[in-house]
């Protein structure tokens, strides 16, 4: 079975500092990973997505996420944190046939970002 | 092109009652997945239908069930209803059913509250 760890329930940083965000998974298979964020009230946005392809993925509002297969990391960096970027953030696993369908998620991280 | 559109936003039932929730698919997405999100917690795959029919349920019990129409939209009803059953249910719709690299793209949701 699959399972994902988000270590760190809540994040703080100062504006203008390098955000950080980790995520570790389990999995039988070679998985695709995804990094989604939700603003409150709203539904999950996609950030950026691993698919076997380049290990160091980009994605929107300039978050990056490098995949480190020996271990189980996906950590999600963003070299300077703005305002807007506070929100809660997810990271996600799912077998490779099931492409974006059928994940299953960590426990999420809240990421706060002090002016 | 209109998004992932789910109805009503907010709900309160009563323990022992049934809810349908309704999820109005992105145009030409005909796979349609739904997740509970408990609060402070990640979204946990409940189901996924494609072409009308059931091909993946995560660990719900049979009390949730769901249905797919012929346009796609879908349906998630809750029997019995529980004080745990209260989350916010997301709808998620992608284009494929299992084809890799299919990103889904998740509703606004609906906010459940069972008293």
């Known amino acids: 079975a699959q399972s994902v760890t988000q270590l760190g329930s809540h994040v703080s940083v100062s504006e203008g500092a390098l955000v950080l965000l980790r995520c570790n998974y389990s999995s039988s298979v070679p998985p695709y990973l995804f990094w989604y964020v939700q603003y409150p009230n709203q539904g999950l946005q996609l950030l950026l997505k691993y698919t076997s392809a380049a290990t160091l993925v980009k994605g929107i509002n300039g978050f990056e996420a490098e995949f480190k297969k020996s271990e189980t990391s996906f950590h999600l960096t963003k070299p300077s944190a703005h305002m807007s970027d506070a929100a809660e953030y997810f990271c996600a696993v799912s077998d490779p046939p099931r492409g974006g369908n059928m994940l299953t998620f960590g426990g999420g991280t809240r990421l706060m970002v002090k002016p | 092109e209109t998004g992932v559109t789910q109805s009503p936003t907010h709900l309160i039932k009563t323990r022992g009652q049934q809810v349908t929730l309704r999820c109005s698919s992105q145009s030409g997405h005909n796979t349609v997945s739904w997740y509970q999100q408990a609060l402070g917690q990640g979204p946990q795959f409940i189901f996924q239908y494609y072409r009308e029919e059931e091909n993946g349920r995560g660990n719900f019990p049979p009390r949730f069930s769901g249905l797919q129409f012929p346009n796609y939209s879908s349906e998630l009803n809750v029997n019995a209803l529980e004080l745990d059953d209260s989350a916010l249910y997301l709808c998620?719709?992608?284009?494929?059913?299992?084809?890799?690299?299919?990103?889904?793209?998740f509703g606004q949701g609906t906010r459940l509250t069972v008293v």
């Open positions: 998620a719709s992608s284009s494929a059913g299992s084809r890799v690299n299919t990103e889904a793209f």
